[in-house]
């Protein structure tokens, strides 16, 4: 009964590098999420995610940064040219469908344990 | 958009207990999110509300007033295990889906 498996844990890139961060959803689970947490501060929501289509990616940065859900395969995350505000923790969460907000559907998002990208 | 406010930092002494506070204006509402997150982990949930009220769960309970913007955890009979984030997230956007969170309050439990 595995949860949201993110890899790898730890990544360390050097300026102007191409990070991939990959997410494997819940199983059962078609909608993938990508927030990012700079030190000391809060998540910000980056791109929401069904397999093969983009939903909302009003959070991504407009340039160097894209996120993909292929049919087969995991959710990856990629960040060309990095530069050191990079630096942050990218967690990936999942969830099981779209919601109404009903009181007893709430559909919660489940977190993986993130990706810690280290920019030099 | 959205805005979210909640303390940065509480202190409360272990068997206590503690209110955090959530105010937010968003441009969509479909419920409010209470996550804890330890320190270099990912956040984990604890309430969902989307109608106002009281929601208890153990030691732990979730309040909403959706007219006033306004929730509130409470976490009763503190444990030491209890310190770490808290992470109050309004579930909204365009798609109705995404996740907005406020900074989080870290709050410390002493002996």
């Known amino acids: 009964n595995a949860g949201v498996m993110q890899n790898p844990r730890h990544l360390v890139r050097r300026r102007g590098q191409e990070a991939r961060l990959r997410c494997s959803p819940m199983k059962g689970h078609s909608h993938v999420y990508w927030y990012r947490q700079l030190p000391e501060e809060g998540l910000k929501f980056m791109v929401y995610?069904?397999?093969?289509?983009?939903?909302?990616e009003s959070g991504m940065p407009k340039e160097r940064f894209s996120a993909e859900f292929p049919k087969e395969g995991p959710s990856i995350l990629r960040i060309q040219q990095v530069v050191r505000g990079d630096s942050a923790a990218y967690f990936c969460?999942?969830?099981?469908?779209?919601?109404?907000?009903?009181?007893?559907?709430?559909?919660?998002?489940?977190f993986g344990p993130g990706t810690r990208l280290t920019v030099l | 958009g959205q805005n979210i406010d909640q303390p940065t930092e509480m202190t409360a002494t272990e068997g206590a207990i503690v209110q955090i506070n959530c105010t937010y204006q968003t441009s969509g509402f479909n419920g409010l999110f209470w996550y804890q997150q330890h320190a270099g982990e990912a956040p984990t949930f604890l309430s969902y509300?989307?109608?106002?009220g009281l929601e208890e769960k153990g030691r732990f309970s979730s309040f909403l007033s959706r007219s006033k913007g306004y929730s509130y955890l409470l976490l009763k009979e503190l444990q030491m295990k209890d310190s770490a984030s808290y992470l109050c997230a309004v579930k909204g956007g365009a798609a109705g889906n995404k996740l907005t969170f406020g900074g989080g309050t870290r709050v410390l439990v002493k002996p």
């Open positions: 995610l069904q397999k093969e289509n983009i939903i909302d």
């Open positions: 969460a999942s969830s099981p469908r779209s919601t109404s907000g009903s009181r007893f559907s709430y559909n919660e998002q489940f």
């Open positions: 509300n989307v109608l106002d």
